[in-house]
């Protein structure tokens, strides 16, 4: 079936116009934030969509047919923006150029003319698509061939309606909106409402009643006042009602099949926008629409704005002290700048041999190494990085803060951190990837490789990366905009940077001798465990090769296997727990991988990484995650046992100095109390505000009893039950971690839906939103695309359900934890303190506190992190002191 596409376009545009930043322009000074918005618009519906038909219908200058029945028809309204009318004309050559028919009929709207064309196409069994930001609209839809893709804000959040969208989002039925617009009134139109009669009771009215002719004839029905107000305004009423309906009889020139995209001349396309000062916005029209281009137009053999590179002026400084001239110029000069390093190893973790520095223009400047240890060059790029400095452009800043020893509190726009908050399913935010992306260069990233200081190689690689950062952080600064993610960047990510490039530098103090003599126990334990099972078995073998334990155990020992895989029997431990009783090898095996993992991953890990100043300075990832998580490496912080007694004693390596202590400060189940904000589930808060145990208060309600009669069991169950609903947990899911059949995990599923029924209908309206968005959002802004929820197999969208429910509230917790580490920062500094953050894990801080500041940081350090941000519930933090970590628990 044939497909139809038709846009509002000065709805669109002008939604556009005050999404993005007024001072976009091109280098003459032409405005062109609502034609950016909206050609950006355009190309992201029509890759979606990939319409047979297209239009884009605009608004006529002159007066419609509304204004001769109510003179006072869109009176009031604020001037439009002569920036905005000024950008129409560009917008119109934008659709010229790429042939896309647009109609403008006088006397008429923009929405008369969409009524007209969609009723049309219906007609014809097209399917019809309504793109708009006028709610009007919503009178159109009709199940099934007609839908409206409703702009809710900016330039990329929409909500996709059908019969049944309209009316959860309005309480009536499409062809009933004109009577609801009528009795509701729209204020942006200069048609006024009924006193008293908001949105609801407008609803209600109207499912009573079904038609405006029908209320007014039952008046004496109404309360006093309703009664009183539609009295006085009946007639207004009508008018209103009568000014809601789009016609659909406009002679609009042209039919809804006659609207087809003609053949369009890419070369003219391209240097429209190239004009335009688009450089994005080429290659993604045309991977949209490139097949309409005409053959001979360069469609197929150039999608870029630019050369693979822009050829830069380099300058490579000679001296020490032309470089410390030169950064003292660049702050006294107050222009953005970016910096980009040359590295001879791991980024962050090597010597920086050299810094290149660019701008707006095709210029580079080029700093060796060797003369960032000068203290006049020290002193120079101190001040330039720091809060009075221009705004700094880099990429991974953290490493450069890092490396450089250097606090960089003029940080503006970190690339990887902006693509990261833009998409946050990739993993690395390489250059040479988001240079392809967004800069259509296709360039090998050089992060390492020896100098050439005749101006080539290394050298000229530094100063075209720098140069291609600035322009990159120029493009995702839009992008950020144009996805209404700006704040969530400045507020959340970008000061994180320096946070966690602080916890860095500073490190954990380890006790070496304490690990040293852990890691003696943790070896002789692994002997003494393989000689055992060697004994058992009859015979020596690798104890870690599964093939052999499989031999070992299936065919020596005869035992039988409890689960299959594509290899052969399974040895996991999951297997092996459910053949304990089978033989005494199987208890010694478990022992053994734990021991073993124990060693290996701790024991013998961690000396390599303790620096020459006794403490290990771990690597904090925030680009790593989905959800918004922080993650570490070298070491993996996140996975530093706790449960068994052996995971524990690890913690004990990690200590404090002579005068200072370990100070840890945790969330208490800031998940479950996220739930309970978003669910807005009384029994939940109730559970909360009382201080009780949550698990058991939950427990107590799920099972009918009364909290003081909760066993161990139902407690166990109820915590598995909660937070298995926080990570998207389902019935088979839990019944695997409860260890009861699927059947009765459904039972105590329904009980617990039953006890808390705002949890069930806030997982049914997440997952509902996010069919219809295509992403989830936090409580502030973070997205997280969920294309899984629109895949054909059932296992996949399963997975994309679980997805979708765990996102909004891992998500949230994560932003959360992310800005009590920026405050409590802010907080430390402000109060002078010498208490420094050491480790960020999970929902906990660790610092280290001088013994003298112990009484005064807990208050700080806690109230900072309790009143982070205003839920329903309270935050509670949870802290404890200790001269290493495993007691500050």
Known sequence: MASLLLLDGHSLAYRAFYALPEDMATPDGTLTNAVFGFTSML??????????????????????????????????????????????????????????????????????????????????????????GDRDAYQLVKDPHLKVLYNLRGVSDYARYDEAGIFERT????????????????????????????????????????????????????????????????????????????????????????????????????????????????????DAVGERAAPGTNADGDKTLSEPTIEIELDVLKD??????????????????????????????????????????????????????????????VALVGENGPPLVAHRAKELMRALNVDMRNLDRDTAVMAYVLDPSESKYRLEDLFRRYLSIDAAEQETGTLDLDGTAGVVATGQRAHNVFRLGEILAVELELKNLTSLYERFERPLVRVLALIERT???????????????????????????????????????????????????????????????????????????????????????????????????????????GRIHATFKQTDTTTGRISSEMPNLQNIPVRSSEGREFRRVFVAPSGSVIFTADY?????????????????????????????????????????????????????????LAFGMEAYGLGQRMGVPTEQAKEILDDYFSAFPNVHAFMDKTIAETKTKGYTETLFGRRRNINELASDNFRIRQMGERMALNAPIQGSAADLFKLSMIDVDKALETGGFSTRTLLSVHDEMVFEVPEVEREKVTGVI????????????????????????????
């Not at 009669?197 to 309703?226: C, F, N, R, W």
């Not at 904000?677 to 201080?691: E, S, V």
Request: glycine share 6%; aromatic share 6%; proline share 5%.
């Open 43 to 132: 190309a992201k519906i029509l890759a979606d969509e990939k319409p047979d038909l297209v239009g884009v219908a605009f608004d006529a200058p002159t007066k419609s047919f509304r204004h001769a029945m109510d003179p006072e028809y869109k009176a009031g309204r604020k001037k439009t923006p002569e920036e905005f009318i000024g950008q129409l004309p560009l917008i119109r050559e934008v659709l010229a150029t790429l042939k896309i028919p647009t109609i403008e009929i006088e006397g008429v709207e923009a929405d008369d003319v969409i009524a007209t064309l969609a009723t049309q196409g219906i007609e014809k069994n097209i399917d019809v698509l309504v793109v708009t």
């Open 171 to 286: 309480g009536v039925t499409p062809a009933q909106y004109p009577e609801y617009a009528a009795l509701r009134g729209d204020p942006s139109d200069n048609l006024p409402g009924v006193p008293g009669i908001g949105e609801k009771t407008a609803a209600k009215l109207i499912a009573t009643y079904g038609t405006v002719d029908s209320i007014l004839a039952h008046l004496e029905e109404l309360k006093p006042k309703q009664r009183e107000n539609l009295a006085a305004m009946g007639d207004r009423v009508r008018l209103n009602h009568e000014m809601s309906i789009l016609r659909r009889d406009v002679d609009c020139g042209v039919t809804a099949s006659e609207l087809i995209q003609g053949e369009f001349d890419a070369a003219a396309v391209k240097d429209l926008f190239e004009s335009l000062a688009f450089r994005t916005l080429f290659p993604r029209i045309m």
């Open 320 to 381: 020490a002290k032309s470089v410390a001239s030169y950064l003292s110029a660049l702050k006294d000069k107050g222009e953005p700048y970016s910096l980009e390093a040359s590295w001879d190893g791991v980024p962050g973790r090597s010597t920086v041999l050299g810094l290149a520095v660019a701008g707006e223009s095709a210029t580079a400047v080029y700093l060796e190494g060797a003369w960032l240890a000068d203290p006049e060059v020290k002193a120079a790029l």
């Open 507 to 613: 490190g954990i103090l380890i006790d070496q001798k304490f690990l040293n003599a852990l890691r003696d126990e943790l070896h002789a334990e692994c002997d003494l465990l393989m000689r055992s099972i060697w004994q058992h078995a009859g015979r020596e073998f690798n104890v870690n090769s599964t093939q052999q334990l499989r031999v070992v155990l299936f065919e020596n020992l005869g035992l039988t296997p409890v689960k299959k895989t594509k290899t052969g029997p399974s040895t996991d431990a999951d297997s092996l727990n459910k053949m304990i009783d089978l033989h005494p090898i199987i208890v010694d095996l478990l022992r053994y991988r734990e021991v073993e993992k124990l060693r290996s991953t701790y024991a013998d890990a961690l000396p390599p990484l303790i620096d020459s100043d």
């Open 668 to 724: 208490s189940q800031i998940e479950l109390r996220v739930l309970a904000h978003l669910a807005q589930d009384p029994g939940l808060i109730d559970a909360f505000d009382r201080g009780a145990d949550i698990h058991t208060a939950t427990a107590a309600k799920v099972f009918g009893i009364d909290e003081s009669k909760v066993d161990p069991d139902h407690r166990r169950f109820a915590k598995v039950v909660n937070y298995g």
């Open 862 to 889: 806690r109230e900072t992190m309790q009143s982070v941000a205003e839920l329903i519930v309270p935050l509670v933090v949870d802290v404890g002191f200790g001269p290493n970590w495993a007691e500050a628990k």
